[in-house]
Each structure stands twice: as structure tokens, then as C-alpha cells.
């Protein structure tokens, strides 16, 4: 069974950094590409970006390009999604994803996402 | 302001059937074949019901059923039963963004 388990609720001051993490297993997880997804306050999804675990490659979202880091620990099956200087903002739901394959453009399975509350 | 345009809410009675359509532009829905379909619970991960415009993944019941004409891509859920109740996001493929999402949809069964 595919699953992706995301770390759990945080709540931070503007200015804080965090890392939030996405932990696959029930696959092959370095060989699917991971994708990142903001819900905010009010039900819109936006695409943050991707990374392949097996060599770290990113490709990001023009809208998001800065403004976090994804990164990937293959050993250890784990996707980090990371701020360097929150804000008030970046409150927000956030899931990571499978992408569903080469060439595919959609993500077949989710976490059940990370709640991000930032205010001082 | 979202990319691709969803209505806000529908609702339907048990055993109706209803359309969630989702609107974009030539260079998203309108060009190419890659419009998928999402259902998201609150505390849960969201479930894929449609890729690829109209293919349904394993598990997903008949009665998910997806379309398109067009820069609208449609959802349609048929024989529709309380636990149909939920969010219900499209996506896309674009050009330059690879992926841009709808506003949601909340699916009321009254």
C-alpha cells in the first residue's frame, strides 16, 4: 500500500524557519517524483513544485521560485518541504504528493497534508 | 484568484446526478488531455477520482465520470450518495506551470 505521511501541526512566529517533512513507503520511493501543494485559508490549491529523491532534482513553481526549499532524503524515504524566514502568509495547509509517473501530470497518491500557522 | 474556474457549491439529492465543470484557457484545459479530478475531506489526503480527462483510477467507483469541450473540463457524479459529500478540485497541465489547480468545489448531498 502506497503511503505518504507528513509531519504534523506547527506553529511559528514570523521570521522562524521550519521544515516540513512527507515520508513515503509501500514504493519505490526515490523513483517517483514528489510533488508539493499549498491549500490556503479559503480552499484554493496551488502547485509549489517538485523533486525527484533519487538525485534531488527540482523544478519549481515561478510563484514560489525563493520562497522555499524542497529537498530529499532518498535514504530514508523523506521529501522536506523548507522556510527560511516565515510569514504571517505561508499560514497554510500544505500536502505533498506522488506524481504518477514519467510523463504523467497528475499525482496519484497525497498525505494528509501539514497544517502551517504562523503569527506572532 | 484561482486559474481555472469552479463553481463555489453544488448539491444534489441521493440517486441525482450533477456536473462540477472547470474552466480554463487553450494554453491549460483547452490544449491538452491532461485534466484530473480530486476529491479532498477535511484531515484526510485527497483522493484522485479522474485522470487524464476520463480515466478513472482503481477503486474509484462507475459513477465518477470526467469530459471535456473545450477549455471547460467537467466532473460528473451520478446516483449520487451522502458520502459523496466533500471538495472537489480540477487540475491541469500548462504551459509554463505545469500545474494549476481550481478553486474547489464543495459537493453538498441535501
Known amino acids: 500500500e502506497v503511503l505518504l505521511v507528513q509531519s504534523g501541526v506547527e506553529v511559528k512566529k514570523p521570521g522562524e524557519s521550519l521544515t516540513i517533512s512527507c515520508q513515503g513507503s509501500g514504493y519505490r520511493f526515490s523513483t517517483y517524483w514528489i510533488g508539493w501543494v499549498r491549500q490556503m485559508p479559503g480552499k484554493d490549491l496551488e502547485y509549489l513544485g517538485l523533486i525527484f529523491p533519487a538525485d534531488s532534482d527540482t523544478r519549481y513553481s515561478a510563484s514560489f521560485q525563493g520562497q522555499v526549499t524542497m529537498s530529499a532524503d532518498k535514504a530514508i524515504n523523506t521529501a522536506y518541504l523548507q522556510w527560511n524566514s516565515l510569514k504571517a502568509s505561508d499560514s497554510a495547509m500544505y500536502f505533498c504528493?506522488?506524481?504518477?509517473?514519467?510523463?504523467?501530470?497528475?499525482?496519484?497518491?497525497w498525505g494528509q497534508g501539514s497544517l502551517v500557522t504562523v503569527s506572532s | 484568484q484561482s486559474a481555472l474556474t469552479q463553481p463555489a457549491s453544488v448539491s444534489g439529492s441521493p440517486g441525482q446526478s450533477i456536473t462540477i465543470s472547470c474552466t480554463g484557457a487553450s494554453t491549460d484545459v483547452g490544449g491538452y488531455d491532461f485534466v484530473s479530478w480530486y476529491r479532498l475531506d477535511p484531515g484526510k489526503a485527497p483522493i484522485l477520482v479522474i485522470y487524464d480527462v476520463s480515466q478513472r483510477p482503481s477503486g474509484i467507483s462507475q459513477r465518477f465520470s470526467g469530459s471535456k469541450s473545450g477549455n471547460t473540463a467537467s466532473l460528473t457524479i451520478s446516483g449520487l450518495q451522502p458520502d459523496d459529500e466533500a471538495d472537489y478540485f480540477c487540475s491541469s497541465f500548462a504551459t509554463g506551470s505545469f500545474l494549476v489547480f481550481g478553486g474547489g468545489t464543495k459537493l453538498t448531498v441535501l
Open positions: 504528493a506522488r506524481l504518477a509517473g514519467p510523463g504523467k501530470n497528475y499525482f496519484d497518491f
